[in-house]
């Protein structure tokens, strides 16, 4: 059975906003290394839309971006991308999968039929698939400042506190510190 890893790039202050973070070749290659060491992308529509509107464009040379930033999008652009919406029906970027129904049972399904494991990227999503006691692993690019807004991690709270174990603290150059922890269970 595959695991569920939740990724995400956070600031010190828990803000999970897109544009707060260091954007550079090395925290790139963090993520393209979560990215090909998974199996599948699991997404909800907000994040889906968000990417879809951005990196097929940097896979196919449309838009200009650092080598970093196009080996991302490339392997991206080839990955099965999962995606949880029941206000779209429609995805129609490459390798894009509409998952509807129980939303216990399909993740589960997913993760099962994932041996490489799944990795999850939506923080909203994220809160719902932790009230369900689905996720196994979290890794975090903690980065070195207070963006002071939203949103921010498990804005909407769990029901119980999560015990974690940590595996790694891997610091890089630019301050930002990869956090890898696992499920206390």
Same mark, same amino acid.
């Given at each position: 059975m595959g695991r569920l890893t939740f990724s995400s790039n956070i600031t010190l202050d828990?803000?999970?906003?897109?544009?707060?973070?260091?954007?550079?070749?090395?925290?790139?290659?963090?993520? %393209? @290394?979560?990215?090909?060491?998974?199996g599948a992308m699991l997404w909800g529509r907000i994040t889906y839309e968000m990417m879809e509107s951005y990196w097929p464009s940097v896979a196919c040379g449309i838009t200009d971006a650092p080598q970093a930033m196009r080996e991302w999008a490339i392997k991206l652009e080839a990955k099965p991308k999962y995606v949880v919406s029941? %206000? @779209?029906t429609d995805f129609p970027w490459t390798n894009s999968h509409h998952i509807t129904g129980d939303l216990r049972t399909v993740v589960q399904q997913l993760k099962d039929a994932t041996p490489n494991g799944v990795l999850l990227g939506s923080g909203r999503l994220a809160t719902e698939l932790d009230r369900l006691d689905l996720i196994d692993e979290?890794?975090?690019l903690v980065h070195p400042m207070?963006?002071?807004h939203g949103p921010t991690l498990y804005a909407s709270g769990l029901p119980t506190t999560r015990r974690l174990a940590l595996i790694s603290a891997t610091p890089?150059?630019?301050g930002a510190v990869a956090m890898h922890y696992q499920r206390a269970r």
């Amino acid at each position: 059975m595959g695991r569920l890893t939740f990724s995400s790039n956070i600031t010190l202050d828990g803000c999970i906003d897109h544009r707060e973070g260091i954007a550079d070749d090395e925290t790139h290659a963090f993520f %393209t @290394r979560l990215m090909d060491e998974g199996g599948a992308m699991l997404w909800g529509r907000i994040t889906y839309e968000m990417m879809e509107s951005y990196w097929p464009s940097v896979a196919c040379g449309i838009t200009d971006a650092p080598q970093a930033m196009r080996e991302w999008a490339i392997k991206l652009e080839a990955k099965p991308k999962y995606v949880v919406s029941s %206000t @779209r029906t429609d995805f129609p970027w490459t390798n894009s999968h509409h998952i509807t129904g129980d939303l216990r049972t399909v993740v589960q399904q997913l993760k099962d039929a994932t041996p490489n494991g799944v990795l999850l990227g939506s923080g909203r999503l994220a809160t719902e698939l932790d009230r369900l006691d689905l996720i196994d692993e979290y890794q975090f690019l903690v980065h070195p400042m207070i963006a002071g807004h939203g949103p921010t991690l498990y804005a909407s709270g769990l029901p119980t506190t999560r015990r974690l174990a940590l595996i790694s603290a891997t610091p890089l150059r630019c301050g930002a510190v990869a956090m890898h922890y696992q499920r206390a269970r």
